[in-house]
């Protein structure tokens, strides 16, 4: 008999998307937020405040992006526990996430006036619009801890499957973060203030009710003593997991950067082409993390379950969904592509010459499916270091491509090179997943 049959678990179509759509309905209000925000300064007739405004995010984006590894790191882990049916396991995760969360948000607040200082440098705005990023910057910095709590969370939450509960805390963060900046921004003309004490107010309630959330769940009998939560090992197998993940988002992050960087180069309406047609990227990218969302619990889970069946299973589905919903969107995008493009822009040089690349931008999904796949494969498995690695691979060949495409064709070699760079971290890892699914369930036997 399967001594590991206790813990065995049926992948569905159900189970793949259970978890895959409400995270991606989740994740579809953000922009939401980003537009409402946009929308209240815009209605002052400030430009200095909207470009403040502007700065603030882009700021908060790089510096709270940073820090996704606190998310992924507890989903993986969670998942093998939940796979284990070990509940203690699963409150000593949760617990060292929240702690890990609360000094990254801490140390964020110390660090404040250095992060402003440092991003208006890097900016360079002129006197008027750093005084908004600064009133805006120093407001939201004080949700830090929360925001960071609140990656944390929704990392246990999906790690266990409840991809219900995460759209729910998602909706309440970003609900209460658009109702606030209307009514704060527009209705008391606070302005940029009054939209980052919106987000203070919407991260720091969806903080708490995420808490209650999950404590509610726990059973006192499962509690981990202080020593165990605090171990050294498992302390330190949580800071290899999440240096590893953290050196994936700065490539990552590094690889965008250069290409808006090379496209400068080819004049400004260009570069505004480019920063339209990453819009399809940015939109496809949205279904496509619901489903790594998936492959992350359903790996996550049947490591921790030693139930190989599952992985296969849950690896086709996803991969079946992924591939799919990549093809679907790749052909709407073609075919409405010239639409979006008007709605996103009104200069027709811009929009003439969106279109000239627009084939590259639609395919993007398609050519990055399996990249996210994978990504949530090896989070789920916490196979960090080969991710890592695969990750500097990749980003090696994406600057070989670079040097050979952009010379040669220009702005369709930078596209060509951004599609080719998406086609390696899917590929590099993929070479990898059954040597180590084999090893894994070996050792687990």
């Known amino acids: 008999?399967?001594?590991?049959?206790?813990?065995?678990?049926?992948?569905?179509?159900?189970?793949?998307?259970?978890?895959?759509?409400?995270?991606?309905?989740?994740?579809?209000?953000?922009?939401?937020?980003?537009?409402?925000?946009?929308?209240?300064?815009?209605?002052?007739?400030?430009?200095?405040?909207?470009?403040?405004?502007?700065?603030?995010?882009?700021?908060?984006?790089?510096?709270?992006?940073?820090?996704?590894?606190?998310?992924?790191?507890?989903?993986?882990?969670?998942?093998?526990?939940?796979?284990?049916?070990?509940?203690?396991?699963?409150?000593?995760?949760?617990?060292?996430?929240?702690?890990?969360?609360?000094?990254?948000?801490?140390?964020?607040?110390?660090?404040?006036?250095?992060?402003?200082?440092?991003?208006?440098?890097?900016?360079?705005?002129?006197?008027?619009?750093?005084?908004?990023?600064?009133?805006?910057?120093?407001?939201?910095?004080?949700?830090?801890?929360?925001?960071?709590?609140?990656?944390?969370?929704?990392?246990?939450?999906?790690?266990?499957?409840?991809?219900?509960?995460?759209?729910?805390?998602?909706?309440?963060?970003?609900?209460?973060?658009?109702?606030?900046?209307?009514?704060?921004?527009?209705?008391?003309?606070?302005?940029?203030?009054?939209?980052?004490?919106?987000?203070?107010?919407?991260?720091?309630?969806g903080a708490v009710i995420g808490l209650f959330a999950v404590l509610r769940g726990f059973d006192a009998a499962d509690r981990p003593g202080r020593a165990e939560i605090l171990s050294r090992h498992r302390l330190a197998e949580l800071f290899a997991l999440n240096r590893d993940i953290l050196i994936r988002t700065f490539v990552l992050l590094a690889a965008f950067t250069l290409m808006t960087r090379i496209g400068t180069g080819f004049g400004a309406v260009t570069l505004a082409a480019n920063a339209v047609l990453m819009n399809f990227f940015l939109l496809s990218g949205y279904y496509l993390d619901g489903l790594a969302n998936a492959a992350e619990q359903i790996t996550g889970r049947a490591i921790g379950a030693r139930y190989r069946p599952a992985f296969d299973r849950g690896l086709k589905l996803t991969a079946i969904w992924s591939f799919g919903l990549a093809g679907i969107i790749s052909v709407f995008f073609l075919i409405a592509g010239p639409w979006l493009i008007s709605a996103l822009t009104t200069s027709p040089e811009v929009r003439q010459t969106a279109m000239t690349y627009l084939p590259w931008a639609a395919v993007t999904g398609l050519t990055g499916a399996l990249a996210f796949l994978m990504d949530g494969v090896f989070i789920g498995a916490t196979w960090s270091s080969d991710m890592r690695n695969r990750m500097l691979m990749s980003f090696a060949g994406y600057l070989a491509a670079l040097a050979v495409f952009v010379p040669l064709f220009g702005n369709h070699g930078l596209w060509l090179a951004m599609n080719s760079f998406l086609l390696f971290r899917g590929f590099f890892l993929a070479m990898l997943v059954k040597p180590r699914a084999d090893q894994t369930f070996r050792a687990a036997q």
């Open 1 to 205: 008999m399967d001594r590991n049959a206790g813990l065995a678990f049926e992948v569905t179509h159900r189970l793949v998307l259970s978890i895959a759509i409400p995270m991606t309905l989740g994740f579809i209000t953000t922009p939401l937020l980003g537009l409402v925000g946009t929308g209240v300064v815009g209605h002052m007739g400030q430009p200095d405040a909207l470009a403040g405004l502007a700065i603030g995010a882009m700021l908060f984006d790089l510096i709270l992006g940073s820090f996704n590894f606190l998310r992924a790191s507890t989903t993986g882990l969670t998942a093998q526990a939940y796979g284990r049916h070990d509940r203690r396991s699963q409150q000593s995760v949760f617990w060292r996430a929240i702690i890990s969360a609360f000094g990254c948000g801490l140390m964020l607040l110390c660090l404040s006036p250095l992060l402003l200082a440092a991003g208006l440098k890097l900016m360079g705005p002129d006197a008027a619009v750093a005084e908004a990023t600064g009133t805006y910057f120093s407001i939201r910095i004080l949700a830090g801890p929360a925001a960071l709590a609140n990656y944390a969370i929704l990392g246990f939450v999906l790690g266990r499957g409840q991809g219900s509960t995460g759209l729910l805390l998602q909706t309440i963060i970003n609900g209460i973060n658009i109702l606030l900046a209307i009514v704060l921004g527009v209705t008391l003309k606070w302005g940029v203030a009054g939209v980052a004490w919106a987000t203070v107010a919407g991260e720091s309630v």
